[in-house]
């Protein structure tokens, strides 16, 4: 018999939840990132960019162009010039300037515009793709792809449709993260040593190193989103 999904499995104890008037429960402590927060206004010119960084750092360690330049073997006229933007900084000026001011040297370009890549998809047109137990009956449609980009994580979001019914189900074990969410039909979905019924609008999250995948196909057609987020660095 499936056992009963609870909302945290596994790890260490949850924060303290309160029911909301629909009966959701709502984590009280709040997530370390804002996602509506906008970012500092970018620069276009890198010089620029760079010059606004060293000064922003300086005076937040309350230290005059005189201090940095003491510290760093800097002429005060090359600092004031990297400062306005007026010159390109080498590499070993920055690093120079990295030290003293106690950050790295990736942290003079944040503001710095670069291109950011997307990736639109429409309707019917996600890429046909072949995993580990992939049979017949068993499609895999990855929605978009983006290999190498600032976050340093790879996301593979996928539309999986199940129409068959099958003696033998793949079992999946990988590095990372998986969010998977129902869309149609029902599952009994297994992690690790745990058994979860999934119906639409159902929503599991979970650590993708436990074997996982779906157990029971209780109601065929079944379309889920199956979202994976690993590390850059294991991407090959």
Do not use: W
Not at 4 to 9: D, E, L, M, T
Not at 109 to 137: M, P, Q
Request: a neutral charge; aromatic letters at 8%.
């Amino acid at each position: 018999m499936a056992k009963k999904a609870s909302n945290f499995r596994n790890g260490a104890a949850p924060a303290k939840t309160k029911p909301s008037p629909k009966g959701v429960a709502t984590i009280r402590t709040p997530l370390t990132q804002d996602p509506h927060a906008v970012r500092d206004i970018r620069e276009k010119v890198l010089e620029v960019a760079i010059g606004r960084e060293v000064r922003a750092f300086r005076k937040k360690l309350g230290i005059t162009v005189a201090d940095l330049a003491a510290a760093t073997d800097i002429s005060l006229g090359m600092l004031s010039k990297i400062e306005n933007g007026i010159t390109s900084p080498s590499l070993t000026t920055l690093q120079a300037l990295s030290r003293a001011l106690g950050v790295p040297v990736t942290a003079f370009f944040r503001r710095f515009e670069e291109e950011r890549s997307a990736v639109f998809v429409k309707a019917g047109e996600g890429l046909d793709v072949e995993r580990r137990g992939t049979r017949a009956g068993h499609q895999y449609n990855l929605l978009g792809h983006i290999g190498s980009n600032t976050s340093g994580v790879v996301v593979e979001p996928y539309l999986i449709t199940l129409t068959e019914d099958s003696d033998v189900f793949p079992t999946f074990q990988h590095e990372g993260m998986e969010f998977l969410y129902m869309l149609e039909g029902e599952v009994v979905y297994r992690h690790g040593s745990n058994l979860y019924p999934m119906k639409p609008g159902d929503s599991l999250f979970f650590d993708a190193d436990a074997p996982h995948g779906p157990e029971v196909l209780t109601q065929l057609p079944m379309r889920y989103l199956s979202i994976i987020c690993y590390p850059q660095s294991s991407a090959g």
